[in-house]
């Protein structure tokens, strides 16, 4: 895996995308502990799996036209460290999933009972309950 340096003056990047050009790349480089000459712990690919998640959905996210949120704890925050970037959820807030909506049209309720069973299936448990708490908050289930 290698690192990103979008200039020279930068430390790194997880990720980068363009709003315009729609064209984005990732960096999973810094989520694995080998990157840092750490020992591998077990069940190191779960953590390695959901960061690289988060990475690819919020540099999508911004080839959809969302900027970086700065209303509520979002998917679509900013992060300019590993602790910050682990802090994001892995679901958007009401305003970014609005604006998401707008660009590319769904249905919110089909997108949020796919995202649980997709959550259950890899064993994110967390976000598949807060999805699951979406989904009756909508009072649809």
Same mark, same amino acid.
């Given at each position: 895996?290698?690192?990103?340096?979008?200039?020279?003056?930068?430390?790194?990047?997880?990720?980068?995308?363009? #709003?315009?050009? /729609?064209?984005?790349?990732?960096?999973?480089?810094?989520?694995?502990?080998?990157?840092? =000459?750490? @020992?591998?712990? $077990?069940?190191?690919?779960? #953590?390695?799996? /959901?960061?690289?998640?988060?990475?690819?959905?919020?540099?999508?996210?911004?080839?959809? =036209?969302? @900027?970086?949120? $700065?209303?509520?704890?979002? #998917?679509?925050?900013?992060?300019?460290?590993?602790?910050?970037?682990?802090?994001?959820?892995?679901?958007?807030?009401?305003?970014?999933?609005?604006?998401?909506?707008?660009?590319?049209?769904?249905?919110?309720?089909?997108?949020?009972?796919?995202?649980?069973?997709?959550?259950?299936?890899?064993?994110?448990?967390?976000?598949?309950?807060?999805?699951?708490?979406?989904?009756?908050?909508?009072?649809?289930?």
């Amino acid at each position: 895996m290698e690192d990103l340096y979008p200039d020279p003056s930068w430390n790194f990047v997880f990720g980068q995308a363009s #709003l315009r050009e /729609r064209v984005g790349v990732y960096s999973f480089a810094r989520y694995d502990p080998a990157f840092y =000459g750490e @020992a591998r712990a $077990t069940g190191y690919e779960t #953590l390695l799996l /959901r960061r690289s998640c988060k990475v690819l959905v919020h540099e999508t996210g911004h080839m959809f =036209g969302l @900027a970086h949120c $700065t209303f509520f704890n979002c #998917l679509m925050n900013g992060s300019n460290h590993l602790a910050e970037s682990d802090r994001r959820p892995l679901h958007l807030c009401p305003v970014c999933l609005r604006k998401l909506q707008w660009s590319i049209g769904f249905d919110v309720l089909e997108r949020y009972r796919a995202l649980e069973k997709v959550c259950r299936a890899d064993g994110s448990l967390d976000e598949a309950d807060w999805f699951s708490r979406r989904i009756k908050a909508l009072g649809n289930e």
